[in-house]
């Protein structure tokens, strides 16, 4: 569930230049504080050349169903004259010990980053594509348009949760000028509005070339200038696990055996509601293709990432020992579907963004962790597979909530969850997005209502 939230706050970070001498910011999930960040600017050098240093230490607070957690963070960019970032150091700890640090120095072709947790460390390089402009701010370059008519851009980012440079598109529009109250003071600032590729829309608010106040995922998320005696006023901790849970007004029992359902889906934050229908997909296993799969169009769900160290030797053990006497990529998803489970512990280890290695080697994690490993691993076969974001009926608490499961090409795509390693993804399972990328609203944003199912006979 974290994942949500501190990537948003680095990121606006690195896209900030000199957001302020000295300020502090509060950020706001569902109208209660789970945050502070403090962020300072300051004159440094960087192998002998003067550069700007820019420094933002958080503290993330919140609960997982009861149990109170603390997430320190910090981030430091390095900047030169032009605003350009030369080096960032990104250090992600949980007050349980486990902690995610991520170095990385940038030059016009590349990015060199080093990544060190508690279970080791790892080097990657990462060629910068030259088709798009990279680490833009873009809010920025906007406002200093002249005619401020809607206008897209297009640029490559760098991910220091990840370690990884994914490619963006946002389209900008402005809103005129608003006044709001910050820090006891009235401030005229511009408002921008942008929406992703992916339809998630930031309302921005600037005064005086720097961010005060932003929103997303249609005002559940907020971030905000606030006076300096304010941070770590935490009133009430928001228990993320339980705020995403969204209720059913039907109970499914155990939904295992449903084949089909229709629901209404209705966004509380935008009132928009739609009627969708899922199924499950039954796979026979006589139509699945052998492994290898060569295919060019399925690059893009066999390759390596920073946390998908598929080329690892106790990944491509484990794949190769777990799938062993398997004829075709159906029978080797499920073999590994199982050992996957049993493989699993199921426990919030705190830091999201992980190695599959890692993972591997430790054995605890939620779903998420464990829809990570399964995707590394069936990779690493050279069986395209990526991982699905979504909701999923839970019958322990009668509730849709958010989880995690996977979708593997064995002939068509077939979902597979190694976390509740059933015999096929019920039609419960309510896809979201793939891979991270085209999760537009927040999960905490949905009421489901079930209107019919099909079960098993």
């Not at 590994?336 to 830091?351: C, N």
């Amino acid at each position: 569930m974290r994942k949500y939230i501190l990537p948003v706050l680095i990121c606006m970070f690195i896209a900030a230049s000199a957001w302020a001498e000295e300020s502090c910011m509060g950020t706001y999930l569902l109208g209660k504080k789970i945050a502070y960040s403090i962020l300072k600017t300051d004159p440094d050098y960087l192998n002998g050349k003067r550069v700007v240093n820019e420094y933002m230490v958080s503290l993330v607070r919140f609960e997982m169903l009861g149990v109170k957690m603390d997430a320190f963070d910090s981030a430091t960019a390095y900047r030169d004259d032009d605003g350009k970032v030369l080096r960032l150091v990104n250090r992600s700890e949980q007050s349980d010990g486990g902690y995610t640090l991520t170095e990385a120095d940038f030059t016009d072709s590349e990015v060199k980053c080093k990544v060190t947790t508690k279970d080791g460390v790892s080097e990657h390089v990462l060629p910068i594509p030259d088709d798009k402009p990279f680490g833009i701010d873009v809010v920025s370059l906007y406002l200093k348009e002249k005619n401020k008519t809607e206008k897209v851009y297009e640029y490559n980012d760098f991910n220091p949760m990840k370690a990884e440079i994914t490619a963006k598109r946002d389209t900008l529009s402005y809103l005129g000028k608003e006044e709001i109250r910050i820090c006891g003071e009235n401030l005229l600032c511009d408002k921008v509005k942008s929406v992703g590729k992916n339809g998630d829309e930031t309302i921005t608010h600037v005064y005086d070339g720097k961010p005060v106040r932003t929103e997303s995922q249609a005002g559940t998320l907020v971030i905000v200038k606030e006076p300096m005696e304010s941070r770590k006023n935490f009133a009430e901790t928001l228990d993320l696990m339980k705020e995403s849970f969204t209720e059913s007004d039907t109970e499914l029992g155990k939904p295992f055996d449903i084949t089909e359902m229709t629901f209404s889906i209705r966004d509380k934050q935008t009132g928009t509601e739609e009627t969708k229908t899922t199924k499950a997909v039954i796979f026979d296993p006589k139509k699945s293709v052998g492994y290898p799969v060569e295919s060019k169009k399925f690059r893009e769900y066999l390759k390596k990432t920073t946390l998908l160290d598929i080329d690892n030797p106790e990944i491509i053990d484990f794949a190769k020992k777990s799938a062993e006497g398997a004829a075709t990529a159906y029978e080797a998803c499920e073999k590994l579907r199982e050992a996957v489970h049993k493989h699993m512990i199921f426990e919030d280890s705190g830091i999201q963004f992980r190695r599959a290695s890692d993972i591997l080697k430790n054995k605890k994690g939620v779903c998420r962790h464990t829809a990570l490993l399964y995707t590394a691993l069936v990779r690493s076969l050279g069986i395209p597979c990526r991982q699905v974001d979504g909701l999923a009926y839970m019958p322990n608490t009668k509730a849709f909530g958010g989880h995690a499961w996977v979708e593997c090409y064995v002939g068509e795509w077939v979902p597979f969850d190694p976390t509740w390693n059933t015999p096929f993804v019920d039609a419960a399972h309510i896809p979201l997005g793939f891979d991270d990328k085209d999760i537009s609203v927040s999960i905490f944003n949905y009421e489901i209502k079930v209107l019919d199912t099909v079960r098993l006979k």
